[in-house]
């Protein structure tokens, strides 16, 4: 290994190089990549050291926050979204069409940066209580960004029907078909007002939560991945749900290799998922929180939860054997806990995956192997959830109970 090859034995003197050809001979990733589509998938897989010494389990995680276009796992889902559209016909390259798209940030700046490196426009609602830097992000990016204040899925100013309405607007002004429903007639009278941009090329509503490529994404690369990384070797999956692409994805391409597979839902407080299970439904929402009128979910924690069964949580739901219930405090502690004591700063949901697979580690008991999902890196979250975490100090003597039972 490169470790090997190019530290000094004991015996040999510190100064001594390793010789070019050792060096050159050793195994690295795949030589050049097309384009910064090229790096998107194949993360390591993190075996995080502190939670594995503690639970006496192995707790890895699929490092997603070094996908290099967003810099999360929404990158794969960007990228397939896109290529399926082209593959359709419905986005053309440099042809001037827009990407529009309703997201807490992530899959936005992913859509967003391939959208410069394919030459399309793209148009991002989010809900304007998501932090901040996610939106300079994307304006640095050259996207059009619309920061809708949060509203229920059910209201016409929710950040997803917002954008659905701007690729309405988008395909009744330009004239030129597209995969998007044109409006009808009552609808054009409530359709937000065009401006200059959609008068050129088509207007695409990318739609992660119903649009199915973005479960096949992780089933064509996350699951085979993460199952080739462990040697076919793992007993529990868990991550938390924002569209559901990730869980479903992951779940239907491993339960049939490994059907003793425990796979676990990681919800934050204020999920209408993790409500209904309370209530002994598993995820039985069809009828439901829609017709109320509340905010989409309440907690500090961005990307995950949610109050409806999209076609992604759907493609996968019945695969889901447990779920667990995270606290702002608990996902805070972690959060703060991976720095301390392994080095590694993530975000809020990448905290309460991890809060998730210790308590499925205490649950399954020593000696498993729990595999879970790092979504994005912190300095996503430092307005907001890092804020609130505060700063790590220098020697810390936390305890994991004292993170998992915050
Ligand atoms: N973490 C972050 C930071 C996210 O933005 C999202 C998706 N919105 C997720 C996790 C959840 O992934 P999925 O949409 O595949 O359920």
Redesign the pocket.
């Known amino acids: 290994t490169y470790k090997e090859l190019s530290r000094p034995k004991q015996d040999e003197k510190a100064t001594e190089q390793p010789r070019t050809n050792d060096l050159v001979a050793r195994p690295g990733p795949p030589t050049i990549v097309e384009g910064i589509e090229g790096c998107i998938g194949n993360t390591p897989l993190l075996r995080i050291k502190s939670l594995s010494d503690e639970t006496g389990c192995e707790i890895l995680a699929k490092a997603e926050f070094l996908n290099g276009a967003g810099q999360?796992?929404?990158d794969r889902?960007a990228l397939s979204m896109i290529e399926i559209a082209e593959e359709q016909g419905i986005l053309t390259p440099h042809s001037g069409d827009t990407i529009y798209e309703g997201?807490?940030?992530?899959?936005g700046i992913s859509l967003a940066t391939l959208a410069r490196a394919k030459g399309y426009l793209a148009h991002i609602c989010m809900p304007s209580d998501q932090a901040i830097e996610k939106s300079n992000l994307l304006l640095k990016l050259g996207a059009i960004v619309d920061r809708v204040p949060p509203a229920p899925i059910v209201e016409k100013d929710n950040f997803v029907n917002r954008a659905r309405a701007l690729a309405k607007t988008h395909t009744a002004s330009s004239g030129l078909p597209t995969a998007s429903t044109p409006p009808s007639a009552e609808e054009k009278a409530d359709l937000p007002e065009p401006d200059e941009s959609m008068t050129r090329g088509r207007g695409f509503f990318a739609d992660?939560f119903e649009n199915e490529a973005?479960?096949r994404a992780?089933y064509e690369g996350t699951g085979p991945e993460l199952y080739a990384q462990c040697g076919g070797r793992l007993d529990a999956f868990v991550?938390?749900?924002?569209?559901?692409?990730?869980?479903?994805?992951v779940a239907r391409f491993l339960k049939p290799l490994l059907p003793k597979l425990t796979v676990v839902l990681a919800d934050p407080q204020g999920s209408g998922l993790f409500n209904r299970v309370l209530y002994g439904v598993m995820f039985d929402l069809k009828e439901r929180e829609g017709t109320r009128r509340r905010r989409q979910v309440d907690t500090i924690v961005?990307?995950?939860g949610?109050n409806r069964v999209t076609a992604?949580?759907e493609a996968g739901k019945e695969l889901v054997d447990d779920a667990v219930r995270v606290t702002d405090a608990q996902a805070l502690a972690m959060a703060r806990w991976l720095v301390e004591k392994d080095g590694i700063f993530i975000?809020?949901?990448?905290a309460v995956?991890c809060i998730a697979a210790v308590k499925t580690a205490r649950k399954l008991g020593p000696g498993h192997r729990i595999v879970t999902?790092l979504?994005?890196s912190g300095s996503?979250h430092l307005s907001r959830f890092w804020a609130k975490a505060g700063d790590v100090g220098g020697a810390v003597d936390t305890r994991l109970e004292d993170v998992v039972n915050a």
Do not use: L, P
């Open positions: 999360s796992s929404k889902v997201t807490s940030g992530s899959t992660q973005n479960w992780h991550a938390g749900a924002g569209t559901g692409g990730t869980i479903s994805g961005e990307g995950i949610i992604n949580f975000g809020s949901s990448s995956n999902v979504s994005d996503r």
